[in-house]
């Protein structure tokens, strides 16, 4: 076990202030970091008690002072969860003051501050990371492999969706919902995640946005006092929001439910992207399918432990899918570090990787796969900007255009 130790302030806990605690917490023990986590100090909001999540995460230190916990010289490295409208200000000190960040995607709500964002990091030169973690779940990283090595040839064709199904109308009102705090819906949400995956899986770059479409579906949420919580929506707060129903106040939903839009890529090839949050039944479906010349590939987060892959090489008579389980240690990415064959991984997994590759990445070695840093995440935000303005103004928007 390495000697050097980085203390990790996180700002913000809610669901992900969840995961990530347990990736840093984890990492240690199931990888062999060159610098190991300290759990040093969590920000969270008066009202959310943060001493109390401390002591359940095993935090040494809790605070409900940001801006002056991202400058403590104690601390080595700013983990950021906050919501979308809360990336760009604990950023850009944390990088002016020369520290290491780590951001939750979408980089943040606006595209001039992810530009921003990208600007100062490379005026500071500090390392940074976005947490587009699907990247590490080790069937997407062995697909990135694949891909690499020719397994598929050119590729022609992209599909990808983000397809989830937790915000009926029973779903009241959270920042997730106000285009101010969370800069747009599904779009920045679940969108923004399969942009960045094909990026890295396919290492194509989107070119020009053909057309979009975006929809609002429920256009006013009930306000209550307790709120969602982001995502996860538990039978306790269910029974809360029923209860509630008739006397709730209403905001106005001003993001979208419903984005798709149709893309040509740097090679060529053509590609399609849809994420919506009312896909009833498709509960975490996260997925894409890539056709190439050779070959072709599949994954759907809901079967994270799996791809399809589809060779063409082969002779005629004997083509067809392949399910490959991705947990065999010597083959794919990550899981000789957590379970034999077959003994399945999870979620959390894919943050522990994640840490596991900061602290690689901090200690000036190379990650097991690209992890993606401001700039890299900026360049997916220009995507989505153009989807949106595409659907504005209901036209083809060349990349070039977004600056
Ligand atoms: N990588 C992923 O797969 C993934 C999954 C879910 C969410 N996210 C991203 O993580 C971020 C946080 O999402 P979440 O689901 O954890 O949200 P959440 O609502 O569960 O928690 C957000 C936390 O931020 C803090 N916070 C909230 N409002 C604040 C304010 N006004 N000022 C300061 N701090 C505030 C609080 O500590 C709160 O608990 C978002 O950017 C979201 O898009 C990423």
């Keep these: 076990m390495s000697d050097k130790k980085i203390n990790v302030a996180m700002i913000g806990q809610g669901f992900m202030g969840r995961s990530h605690s347990n990736a840093w917490s984890q990492v240690n023990k199931f990888f062999?970091?060159?610098?190991?986590?300290v759990l040093h100090t969590v920000y969270g909001m008066a009202a959310e008690k943060p001493n109390i999540f401390a002591e359940k995460w095993g935090w040494l230190h809790s605070s409900t002072d940001w801006e002056s916990l991202v400058k403590s010289p104690e601390v080595g490295l700013v983990d950021i969860v906050t919501p979308n409208f809360m990336h760009s200000p604990p950023a850009k000190a944390a990088v002016a003051a020369g520290k290491p960040c780590s951001c939750e995607k979408p980089i943040s709500a606006t595209l001039t501050e992810a530009r921003e964002m990208a600007e100062a990091a490379a005026k500071s030169k500090v390392d940074t990371f976005v947490w587009f973690v699907?990247?590490?779940a080790p069937a997407v990283a062995f697909a990135h492999q694949l891909v690499k090595q020719g397994a598929i040839g050119e590729i022609r064709h992209i599909r990808a969706v983000y397809l989830q199904d937790w915000a009926d109308e029973s779903v009241p009102f959270a920042w997730r919902f106000k285009k101010e705090l969370a800069g747009s819906g599904s779009h920045g949400d679940l969108n923004a995640h399969i942009v960045d995956m094909t990026r890295f899986v396919a290492g194509l770059e989107i070119d020009t946005v053909c057309g979009a479409v975006a929809e609002t579906f429920v256009k006013?949420?009930?306000?209550?006092?307790?709120?969602?919580g982001g995502g996860i929506v538990t039978d306790e707060k269910m029974r809360y929001m029923k209860e509630d129903a008739g006397s709730a106040k209403l905001g106005d939903v001003t993001v979208d439910d419903a984005v798709l839009f149709l893309v040509k890529y740097n090679n060529g090839a053509v590609g399609s992207y849809e994420a919506a949050r009312q896909a009833t039944g498709n509960q975490n479906y996260n997925g894409f399918e890539i056709n190439g010349t050779k070959g072709s590939i599949k994954f759907?987060?809901?079967?994270?432990n799996h791809l399809q892959f589809y060779d063409a090489t082969r002779p005629r008579e004997i083509q067809g899918w392949t399910t490959i389980m991705c947990t065999h240690g010597g083959s794919h990415p990550y899981v000789a570090n957590y379970w034999p064959d077959a003994h399945l991984i999870g979620y959390e997994h894919g943050f522990t990787?994640?840490?596991?590759?900061?602290?690689?990445?901090?200690?000036?070695?190379t990650p097991t796969v690209p992890l993606p840093d401001f700039n890299d995440a900026y360049q997916t935000q220009r995507v989505l900007e153009a989807a949106l303005v595409a659907a504005n103004e209901k036209r083809w928007v060349k990349l070039d255009e977004i600056k």
């Design 220 to 228: 006013k949420r009930k306000i209550i006092e307790q709120d969602s």
């Design 353 to 365: 990787s994640m840490a596991y590759d900061i602290l690689l990445k901090l200690a000036g070695k």
């Design 32 to 37: 062999d970091p060159p610098i190991n986590s």
């Design 134 to 136: 699907y990247r590490r």
């Design 300 to 304: 759907n987060f809901e079967d994270m």
